[in-house]
């Protein structure tokens, strides 16, 4: 099923998908359907030199290390924190060192748009993290494995993509990543017009099998990293990242205790980057089953 829904993704985004097959997706979001065909645009960002950077639709941007053109390699998706857009993202002095990290160890970076500032990993964000993924991998020589990286409020887009996109994701990384959606809710009443627009919730609490983390199935196993605080008061680490991964971690699962407040200086330093590094280059290693 994943393997057609991605086919008829990329006719879509080509345009040549027949009008009428799309009365079969009715969770997808209109303001997509159809549309006109999807274009990614090369573009330049001297702060992250020599890697080829992409413009894409609605504001995202993919970011290829120069050796990608050549040599095998995967994709890691990074999905943005709550109020941030990618060119925010791009250039925010706290991430450029990370990204650049990342970067500099041989991973192209897309950084989707998700639905905007505030998608909350919903319908939108999927579809946008989906048709990008679509457009990403024709731009470097795609290895075939794909990781998702959620930052803050990106956790919730990149379990959604590892459970319900139409792509494989073979490593799940969280930074103080938030899962669960019903803690979200119920942990500001600010939260919560942005999740009733991003899940058509209507002003009502967010119902279990609307809850990645509460709809999670029993046996969902993937690969984790997840890095996260006691002290975090904006994500509680326990009822999000810890409780991702007495649920779902698999094999090559790690949980690693940070200190500090939410996205604390610590939490995108060096150190973290070379350990989601060594998690990818790790299950590279690994024979898929």
């Given at each position: 099923m994943r393997r057609f829904l991605l086919i008829f993704l990329g006719l879509v985004i080509l345009g040549t998908?027949?009008?009428?097959?799309?009365?079969n997706l009715s969770s997808l979001p209109s303001s997509e359907l159809p549309g006109p065909p999807q274009r990614i645009?090369?573009?330049?960002?001297?702060a992250f030199d020599p890697a080829r950077a992409y413009q894409l639709p609605g504001g995202g941007v993919l970011l290829v290390p120069p050796e990608c053109r050549s040599e095998r390699?995967?994709?890691?998706?990074?999905?943005?924190?709550?109020?941030?857009?990618?060119?925010?993202?791009?250039?925010?002095a706290s991430f450029q060192p990370f990204l650049r990290s990342l970067l500099g160890a041989g991973l192209p970076l897309l950084?989707?748009?998700?639905?905007?500032?505030?998608?909350?990993?919903?319908?939108?964000?999927?579809?946008?993290?989906?048709?990008?993924?679509?457009?990403?991998v024709t731009r470097f020589n795609f290895s075939g494995r794909t990781y998702a990286l959620g930052v803050s409020m990106g956790g919730m887009s990149?379990?959604?993509?590892?459970?319900?996109?139409?792509?494989?994701?073979?490593?799940?990384?969280?930074?103080?990543?938030?899962?669960?959606?019903?803690?979200?809710?119920?942990?500001?009443?600010?939260?919560q017009p942005e999740l009733s627009a991003a899940y058509a919730l209507k002003g009502r609490a967010p119902a279990a099998h609307e809850d990645?983390?509460?709809?999670?199935?029993a046996s969902f196993r993937l690969p984790l990293l997840v890095f996260g605080s006691p002290q975090d008061t904006t994500v509680n680490f326990k009822r999000n990242g810890e409780a991702l991964y007495s649920k779902a971690?698999?094999?090559g699962s790690q949980?690693?205790?940070?200190?500090?407040?939410?996205?604390?200086?610590?939490?995108?330093?060096?150190?973290?980057?070379a350990q989601v590094v060594a998690f990818v280059r790790g299950l590279q290693a690994r024979k898929l089953p």
């Open positions: 998908a027949p009008a009428a097959a799309l009365t645009v090369a573009t330049r960002l001297p390699c995967p994709l890691l998706t990074l999905s943005h924190s709550r109020g941030r857009t990618p060119t925010e993202l791009l250039e925010s950084i989707s748009a998700e639905g905007g500032p505030d998608g909350w990993g919903g319908p939108e964000a999927l579809w946008q993290l989906t048709r990008d993924y679509t457009l990403s990149a379990l959604r993509a590892a459970v319900d996109a139409v792509f494989d994701v073979h490593g799940l990384i969280l930074i103080d990543g938030r899962v669960n959606l019903t803690d979200a809710w119920n942990s500001g009443q600010s939260r990645p983390l509460a709809s999670l199935p971690a698999g094999v949980l690693v205790h940070t200190s500090g407040p939410h996205l604390g200086g610590s939490h995108l330093s060096a150190g973290v980057a």
